[in-house]
């Protein structure tokens, strides 16, 4: 799957060095959002040890080293250690590749063992076509499909996917607080908002986030209130110095 393109309009308080606030898209927002469904162990490993708070990382670690002579013969480490995101939107699109090594999916296959003679295995259905059903232990190899919504209910889907309608713009608070985009009533009210002293302080910039910029996002949303700030302004610096030694 191809690297989704993202672009932020960042407006900068230049005397306090901060990031007041993001102009953004829907793939942006889709992307945060996207934050929430991902399980621990898929994102894990895009952190560095040493960059964690807390101790999640023990526990993938404890994983990856603990024998597989300890696990129930139906576990598969790899399904801890990496597992596969399912999403259902109610749309055809995929989920774009907003992070590296992660698989996504929309999910609209589900499946059941084939022993129909069985009640207890009717209660039990699986994203995996090799997972094990619980009740008679056979391979739940059988498809079903999932029942959608009337169409006549489901007009507003489209090919786009996502989380959030692409027909406005988005403000991003510094904080990651997301609310749909409206006009600033005044220079006044911008002003004592974010308690800018002086209107010629402020800047626009346009940035574009690479893989790199979106795992910097997922670990400070993690660690910070000011996650725009952390993750932009030094990048910003170090590419105005480079401007200037040349």
């Known amino acids: 799957m191809e690297e989704t393109i993202v672009s932020l309009k960042l407006l900068i308080d230049t005397e306090n060095q901060r990031v007041l606030y993001a102009e953004a898209g829907k793939d942006f927002i889709d992307f945060l959002f996207h934050i929430l469904v991902l399980p621990a162990g898929s994102y894990i490993p895009l952190l560095k040890k040493h960059e964690m708070v807390g101790s999640f990382h023990n526990i993938f670690e404890s994983v990856e080293n603990l024998s597989s002579s300890y696990l129930k013969p139906y576990v598969n480490k790899e399904t801890i250690l990496n597992p596969k995101v399912h999403i259902y939107d109610g749309t055809a699109g995929s989920v774009p590749r907003l992070l590296p090594n992660i698989e996504s999916s929309i999910s609209t296959k589900f499946y059941r063992c084939s022993n129909n003679y069985n009640l207890n295995c009717c209660k039990y259905v699986a994203y995996d076509f090799s997972s094990i059903c619980p009740s008679c232990r056979l391979v739940m190899s059988s ?85 725009l700030t952390d993750v932009f302004l030094p990048r910003m610096e170090v590419e105005t110095g480079s401007e200037m030694a040349t």
């Open 143 to 227: 498809e079903v499909s999932f029942v959608d919504l009337p169409s006549a209910m489901n007009m507003e889907s489209s090919s786009e996917g996502g989380y959030v309608k692409g027909l406005v713009s988005y403000m991003v608070m510094d904080d990651l607080e997301v609310k749909p985009m409206s006009i600033v009533s005044g220079t006044t009210t911008l002003l004592n908002r974010f308690n800018v002293k002086e209107i010629g302080a402020l800047e626009e910039k346009v940035v574009d986030l690479g893989m790199d910029e979106r795992v910097k996002l997922l670990k400070a949303s993690q660690q910070s209130k000011t996650v």
